[in-house]
């Protein structure tokens, strides 16, 4: 049977891609059918090769330069400073002082300024599609390296056969899915519950690097070794247990500072 760990690195990598190969897809999609999809597919392809550069080159840098309780420590680190980035946008959310990511809106609004913006040709590529479907998919495609790398090689420390590959494997997952489901309906995924799975998998990045980060803690002691948890992996339930009942708490509690600033405002 796969053990916690095993599950939450599949689960975590898979749904987090699956959020930011939606956001790419609306964007690849309003470039597409606005300016052409010869020029957007184009920006795409040379994103996807940017991204295939950076992640031989980053993962080939950490897992051969740094040692292991150290990466545990950076790679913990990492994790928790973008999982807790998440949660924060999430917990706003559910407390609505932050508007819900809306893909139909963002949908429109691409197709809006694509509209406006002047078409310049070369070599029969529309310049202004070609760079905004570059830059839509780099970025949320350096977001997704940056979990497969973290989890894999993190995971990959803790003992967790292939994990590099599973990382790997469910990020592909994930984005085989959505294009498809792109490619067939032509148009953005909105019905994904996007801000839900944004919600768990904040929760799982801030509880991964919660763990690696603790055990990394141990570079800096006498013996330069790794720490353990109590129970191992065992531990990893709880602290996501401790960060759900928190971040339901705080939205409780944000939920009940805007309701008494908007009845003190009150005529």
Do not use: K, T
């Given at each position: 049977m796969p053990s916690a760990e095993t599950i939450g690195l599949v689960a975590a990598v898979t749904v987090a891609s699956a959020v930011e190969v939606v956001e790419a897809l609306t964007i690849v999609l309003a470039m597409g059918i606005t300016r052409g999809w010869r020029s957007a597919l184009a920006g795409a392809l040379v994103a996807l090769v940017a991204l295939a550069a950076l992640t031989l080159a980053a993962g080939l840098s950490l897992g051969a330069y740094v040692s292991e309780s150290l990466l545990q420590f950076v790679i913990g680190a990492l994790l928790l400073v973008f999982g807790l980035q998440w949660l924060r946008k999430a917990m706003l959310r559910s407390a609505g002082l932050k508007a819900i990511h809306d893909e139909d809106r963002i949908f429109a609004e691409e197709r809006e300024a694509a509209r406006a913006a002047a078409s310049r040709r070369r070599f029969g590529i529309d310049g202004f599609g070609f760079v905004v479907a570059f830059k839509g998919v780099l970025l949320e495609g350096v977001e997704v390296i940056f979990i497969v790398i973290t989890?894999?090689?993190?995971?990959?420390?803790?003992?967790?056969?292939?994990?590099?590959?599973?990382?790997?494997?469910?990020?592909?997952?994930?984005?085989?899915?959505?294009?498809?489901?792109?490619a067939v309906l032509r148009r953005p995924l909105a019905m994904v519950p996007e801000n839900a799975m944004k919600y768990a998998v904040a929760l799982l990045l801030s509880s991964f690097g919660l763990f690696w980060v603790v055990e990394g803690i141990g570079f800096f002691g006498p013996a330069g070794e790794s720490l353990q948890w109590p129970g191992g992996t065992a531990a990893l339930p709880v602290i996501l247990l401790v960060w759900i009942v928190v971040s339901q708490a705080t939205v409780a509690l944000l939920r009940g500072l805007g309701r008494g600033r908007r009845e003190g405002i009150a005529p």
């Open positions: 989890f894999g090689i993190g995971a990959a420390n803790r003992g967790v056969p292939h994990a590099m590959a599973l990382a790997a494997a469910g990020a592909a997952v994930a984005a085989l899915v959505v294009v498809a489901a792109g």
